[in-house]
């Protein structure tokens, strides 16, 4: 027997188990458990013990499979706005300059490790603390169920901005530009209908697993063979089949693998290198900028005529350092620019920034509305065609949420009530798609407490149906319609039984279990499409002994 094997694996229960009860600790506190998971990685490192093979294969995995289901979800269009590409030039660019003048003042009080920086040393350190983290952000945009907000879009363009700025550095950097047989990868656009046609072909069983995971690491595999990042490739190989039907179901089924190996990540920054007294005062030093760096972007946002409460939620997801400054200090290190220390200086950085982050997005909505007034004072008195005022005219029925079960819902209710229902989703693509099958359906964001002061009738709404999968963003349109006149009755579909309390709590009066009342569903409908049934002998069926009782279709 190999007790080598069986140490190794004793040892990799020991971190998944102490993962686990700061994960649930940090749940049990209000906040997202990845911030137990980097706790995990500190008190590893306090106890020596570094980072594993099989935690740097689940990070390596975990990241592939995030950048892939963001590229699901991804509009290339965002990318053209000049709210995505012009922000992130100019903040990058702001940042670097006035970071770089931080670690100076910083070199001149005398804070070790800092003292006796160059300005190429400082400038460096600048560039890696200007980008923010693309696992953080999306993290927290899913587990908030925003990835499809304006303010969600927003922020993981701005993050894919940052990251081809972080590729072309490293490129450079290391003199190592990609292989002319990169040109070939031009073939995998008109290689899409072959990829939609084989996503047709697979069904939704063991068969969609493989080819998504086939996918996505296919295309990471492929990129990195011609001298990209890996991630990119799987990003694009997810842009590529981000329209076809079964993207949501390709989504859903990476969810769970992903968030597991995201595990990884997360429990590797903190075991970055050795932990050390001046390595935990220079990061805590760093740390502060974050605040800065988020306060630079919300300016941004507004100049770019967007709301003061969309661009505070963006610039709060955005609050953090990236996994690419340790990646851009691995390469100062490498070529002798950094001290070795440097990497764990930012990890710490990094740990610090998303826990801070992680805090100010728990409350971000508090923090707006205690503030709000201050927070509308820098917006432009024009906003975007996004955030203008929605006209639902004398609707008496609003769905909120047009997935699969908030089209059939509102189907339904349209043959029910004709023209006065209305339908929201904050997806761009699902609300050009419900206008050109004859929906009315306007794009918004419900979550946002000012969609609800945009929203313009002729009417009181009688009914609010909540349509949306994700059961924080149910609880986020509960708080905000009662923060309103709204004096209808809501009604919300669920997945899972604990889910019925919270919801009622929040003000929900109607609640469809979706789990419990799919089979009452499923018979009511087999019902109405087959004639009525009888049985013969009488109203009740022979049930004396040695008599079997029948029923006959009459």
């Known amino acids: 027997m190999d007790f080598e094997l069986i140490a190794i694996a004793l040892g990799d229960v020991v971190w998944i188990a102490l993962a686990f009860v700061l994960g649930l600790l940090s749940r049990a506190v209000g906040l997202p458990p990845m911030v137990g998971f980097l706790a995990t990685g500190f008190a590893l490192n306090l106890y020596g013990i570094a980072s594993g093979e099989v935690l740097q294969k689940l990070s390596d995995l975990g990241i592939t499979l995030l950048l892939f289901t963001v590229g699901l979800k991804l509009n290339l269009r965002t990318l053209a706005r000049p709210q995505v590409w012009a922000v992130a030039g100019l903040h990058m660019s702001i940042a670097v300059a006035g970071f770089a003048a931080a670690i100076g003042l910083l070199t001149l009080s005398g804070t070790p490790l800092v003292s006796g920086l160059g300005l190429t040393q400082s400038l460096l350190i600048a560039f890696a603390l200007s980008f923010s983290s693309t696992v953080f952000v ?5 587990e908030k169920g925003a990835t499809a907000s304006l303010a969600g879009r927003l922020a993981v363009g701005i993050l894919i901005v940052q990251d081809l700025a972080a590729v072309a550095f490293l490129a450079a950097s290391a003199n190592a530009w990609p292989s002319p047989w990169a040109l070939l990868l031009l073939l995998l656009i008109p290689a899409r209908p072959l990829l939609a046609l084989v996503l047709d072909r697979v069904g939704h069983g063991e068969l969609l697993v493989l080819y998504s995971l086939l996918l996505a690491l296919g295309g990471a595999e492929v990129f990195e063979l011609v001298g990209l990042k890996g991630d990119l490739g799987a990003l694009v190989l997810g842009v590529l089949v981000a329209r076809h039907q079964k993207a949501e179901e390709v989504a859903s089924t990476m969810f769970g693998f992903k968030n597991l190996f995201l595990l990884g990540f997360f429990l590797s920054i903190g075991l970055s290198g050795p932990l050390t007294a001046e390595a935990l005062l220079a990061g805590a030093a760093l740390t502060p900028l974050v605040l800065v760096k988020s306060a630079l972007f919300f300016g941004l946002f507004t100049r770019f005529r967007l709301r003061a409460r969309t661009s505070l939620r963006a610039s709060l997801t955005l609050a953090n350092y990236s996994e690419f400054g340790l990646i851009v200090a691995a390469l100062g290190v490498a070529n002798g620019w950094l001290d070795g220390h440097w990497l764990i200086v930012l990890a710490i950085a990094l740990s610090l920034s998303c826990a801070i982050a992680a805090v100010l997005n728990a409350v971000a909505h508090r923090i707006y509305q205690r503030y709000r007034v201050a927070w509308t004072r820098f917006e432009r008195s024009e906003h975007l065609a996004d955030e203008r005022p929605l006209d639902i005219g004398d609707a008496r029925i609003a769905v909120l949420g047009m997935g699969r079960i908030g089209t059939a819902a509102y189907d339904h209710m349209q043959r029910l009530h004709g023209g006065a229902i209305i339908g929201v989703d904050s997806d761009p693509l699902k609300v050009r798609q419900h ?4 929906r009315n359906v306007l794009l918004g ?30 609880l986020a349109v509960l708080d905000r319609i009662g923060a309103s006149a709204f004096e209808g009755r809501i009604a919300a579909a669920v997945r899972f039984p604990d889910e019925i309390e919270a919801m ?3 003000g929900a009066s109607i609640l469809f279990n979706l789990s419990a009342e799919a089979g009452a569903g499923f018979a009511a409908h087999v019902a109405a499409q087959i004639p009525p049934l009888g049985r013969t002998g009488g109203d009740a069926p022979d049930t004396s002994p040695g008599q079997p009782s029948r029923t006959t279709v009459t």
Request: proline fraction near 7%; aromatic fraction near 4%; charged fraction near 35%.
């Open 445 to 474: 964001d419900p979550r946002d407490g000012d969609f609800w002061d945009r929203v313009r009738s002729t009417r009181p709404l009688d009914v609010v149906m909540l349509a949306l999968p994700n059961r924080a963003a149910k």
């Open 504 to 506: 009622n709590e929040a």
């Open 435 to 438: 206008l050109s099958e004859g």
């Open 138 to 142: 999306v993290k927290v945009l899913e």
